[in-house]
């Protein structure tokens, strides 16, 4: 009998040629038919380093990935256990405390007291799902759960304030936020309580979604030709922002991109400045450059800012790339109950072969493609 799923650490030949002629396309971490939406591979990371897409993938992909956008999530909901998620608190918690110092220039304060209580929420979970008795293991989880939904409240409360004042924290709270929501649909994965993990995933997409499209929004500017400026020649491209807006709409191509932009060419050509003097703060802050007798200079402002643009860029496509993995864990969820694979033996999934040291992702491909509700 032809098994379900088989697992691998190399790119299987047919699927790399999908990548390249693009009759496949990446999904976070799914690959799917670009044509019907089937997904035909599932990525795992094989090592313990989640950060970027590996680059056996991108130079699979070949003009589809010109850049391996990090994230805060790993490719497979697998692979993000408790240990990972608290590590990537920790790191959250970190970015804000170094930011801590220019807000206080601008006279506004962060409470950082609410990670500690995120900390203790994932060591409450740790401990359910290491219990021996049944009983004990559904109600401590229950308990953490129930912490998980509380962090929930108050980031999305977070997030809301940070991208009205268009702050530069705007997006460790959206990270936490998308984090609150892992967690507690990972609790009723280990439950095997695959419906409610489903839905949970699904609500806390949608809340993620609207405020990531904002964040965007802010960080592309007003003008978002900006990015054009001839002195990004070779690092920034219309391709590269063409697959930022075909987030939102991914009907559009690149001649349509560039119409978006057309008249935002010439405004741009005409009064540079004013570009730069309607920069949002998540950007560049004012407090940031000299100021003389009457504010900050603009031309330090100008200079900053361009020198600012590419890493904004990547902090773009790295929310994005975020949330498109946020949105495939619902494809794997979808997969465990329709192959009727256990959480459990989902997580235990590992090629026969010795795994070679280049090896940085594992390929799980069911036996036939899957339709699975995803964006």
């Given at each position: 009998m032809?098994p379900?799923?088989?697992?691998?650490?190399?790119?299987?030949n047919?699927i790399?040629k999908g990548?390249?002629d693009?009759s496949f396309?990446?999904?976070g971490?799914?690959?799917r038919e670009?044509?019907?939406g089937r997904?035909?591979?599932?990525?795992?990371e094989?090592?313990?380093?989640v950060?970027?897409?590996p680059?056996?993938?991108?130079m699979?992909?070949?003009?589809?990935?010109?850049?391996s956008?990090?994230?805060?999530?790993?490719?497979?909901?697998s692979v993000?256990?408790?240990?990972?998620v608290?590590?990537r608190?920790?790191?959250?918690?970190?970015?804000l405390?170094?930011?801590?110092?220019?807000?206080?220039?601008?006279?506004?304060?962060?409470d950082?007291?609410?990670?500690?209580?995120?900390r203790?929420?994932?060591?409450?979970?740790?401990?359910?799902?290491?219990a021996?008795?049944?009983?004990?293991?559904?109600s401590?989880a229950?308990l953490?759960?129930n912490?998980f939904?509380e962090?929930?409240?108050?980031?999305?409360?977070y997030?809301d304030?940070?991208?009205?004042?268009?702050?530069?924290i705007a997006?460790?709270?959206?990270?936490?936020?998308?984090?609150?929501?892992?967690?507690?649909?990972r609790?009723y994965l280990?439950?095997e309580?695959?419906d409610?993990?489903?839905r949970?995933?699904?609500?806390?997409?949608?809340?993620?979604r609207?405020?990531?499209?904002?964040?965007v929004?802010?960080l592309?500017?007003?003008?978002?030709a900006a990015?054009?400026?001839p002195q990004?020649?070779?690092?920034i491209?219309l391709?590269?922002l063409?697959?930022i807006?075909?987030?939102?709409n991914?009907?559009?191509?690149?001649?349509?991109?560039?119409?978006?932009?057309r008249?935002?060419?010439?405004?741009?050509?005409?009064?540079p400045?004013?570009w730069v003097?309607?920069?949002?703060?998540?950007?560049l802050a004012?407090?940031?450059?000299?100021?003389g007798w009457?504010?900050p200079?603009?031309?330090?402002?100008?200079e900053?800012a361009?020198k600012?643009?590419?890493?904004v860029?990547?902090?773009?496509?790295?929310?994005i790339?975020?949330?498109?993995?946020l949105e495939?864990?619902q494809?794997?969820?979808?997969?465990?109950a329709?192959?009727?694979?256990?959480?459990?033996?989902?997580?235990?999934?590992?090629p026969s072969?010795?795994?070679p040291?280049?090896a940085?992702?594992?390929?799980?491909i069911p036996?036939?493609?899957?339709?699975?509700?995803?964006?």
């Amino acid at each position: 009998m032809e098994p379900v799923v088989t697992a691998s650490f190399t790119l299987a030949n047919w699927i790399a040629k999908g990548l390249a002629d693009g009759s496949f396309e990446r999904f976070g971490g799914v690959i799917r038919e670009a044509a019907t939406g089937r997904v035909v591979t599932f990525l795992r990371e094989a090592g313990s380093t989640v950060a970027s897409v590996p680059q056996q993938l991108q130079m699979a992909q070949g003009a589809l990935m010109v850049t391996s956008a990090a994230s805060v999530l790993s490719l497979g909901v697998s692979v993000m256990g408790f240990a990972l998620v608290m590590q990537r608190i920790n790191e959250l918690e970190e970015r804000l405390k170094q930011t801590e110092e220019l807000l206080k220039k601008i006279d506004r304060k962060i409470d950082l007291s609410f990670y500690a209580n995120l900390r203790a929420a994932l060591d409450s979970a740790v401990s359910a799902f290491t219990a021996s008795k049944g009983e004990t293991r559904r109600s401590m989880a229950i308990l953490a759960i129930n912490r998980f939904l509380e962090a929930e409240h108050i980031y999305t409360g977070y997030t809301d304030t940070e991208l009205e004042q268009k702050s530069q924290i705007a997006d460790e709270y959206l990270l936490t936020l998308s984090l609150a929501y892992l967690t507690e649909a990972r609790c009723y994965l280990e439950l095997e309580e695959y419906d409610i993990a489903l839905r949970r995933f699904q609500e806390g997409a949608k809340v993620v979604r609207s405020r990531i499209q904002k964040y965007v929004d802010i960080l592309l500017t007003s003008n978002p030709a900006a990015y054009l400026q001839p002195q990004y020649k070779g690092q920034i491209d219309l391709r590269r922002l063409t697959r930022i807006h075909q987030w939102t709409n991914p009907a559009l191509d690149e001649n349509e991109v560039f119409e978006l932009y057309r008249e935002n060419f010439v405004e741009f050509v005409k009064d540079p400045n004013k570009w730069v003097d309607s920069l949002p703060p998540a950007i560049l802050a004012r407090v940031e450059v000299p100021w003389g007798w009457f504010g900050p200079n603009p031309e330090h402002l100008k200079e900053e800012a361009i020198k600012r643009l590419p890493k904004v860029l990547e902090r773009v496509e790295s929310i994005i790339e975020t949330y498109r993995r946020l949105e495939a864990y619902q494809a794997e969820i979808q997969a465990i109950a329709q192959l009727g694979i256990s959480f459990h033996d989902w997580l235990k999934l590992a090629p026969s072969e010795t795994k070679p040291d280049e090896a940085e992702l594992m390929y799980i491909i069911p036996s036939k493609p899957l339709e699975l509700a995803i964006s």
